[in-house]
């Protein structure tokens, strides 16, 4: 499996964006996915996940702005509304299967005026 993060991009405190993961090869080993975040000098951290079953999970800083979805087309994505300065980061997406991890190659998101 193989994963291809898109859609960051400079929007201003409060704006939306949406984030996309597409996902190539073998859907039915996953698990379950996630998005994760690093901001410069921070390690990275868990933002949200979802699990084969539709079952979501969020950090308590992203609670009630970020949802986290994902199609039957392969495709996974993390609506973000409300955003806030310190949201900027370079964000990753995630997939797990029983015995494996794999991640995205990172999408610089920047919220600043």
């Known amino acids: 499996v193989q994963l291809q993060a898109y859609g960051g991009g400079l929007v201003q405190p409060g704006g939306s964006l949406r984030l996309s993961c597409a996902v190539f090869g073998s859907i039915f080993s996953i698990n379950g996915m996630g998005w994760y975040r690093q901001a410069p000098g921070r390690l990275r951290e868990f933002i949200a996940s979802?699990?084969?079953?539709?079952?979501t999970s969020y950090a308590d800083s992203v609670k009630g702005r970020f949802t986290i979805s994902r199609d039957a087309l392969n495709t996974m994505s993390l609506q973000m509304n409300s955003l806030k300065p310190e949201d900027t980061a370079v964000y990753y997406c995630?997939?797990?299967?029983?015995?494996?991890?794999?991640w995205g190659q990172g999408t610089q998101v920047t919220v600043s005026s």
């Open positions: 979802i699990t084969r079953s539709g079952t």
């Open positions: 995630n997939a797990a299967g029983t015995r494996w991890n794999t």
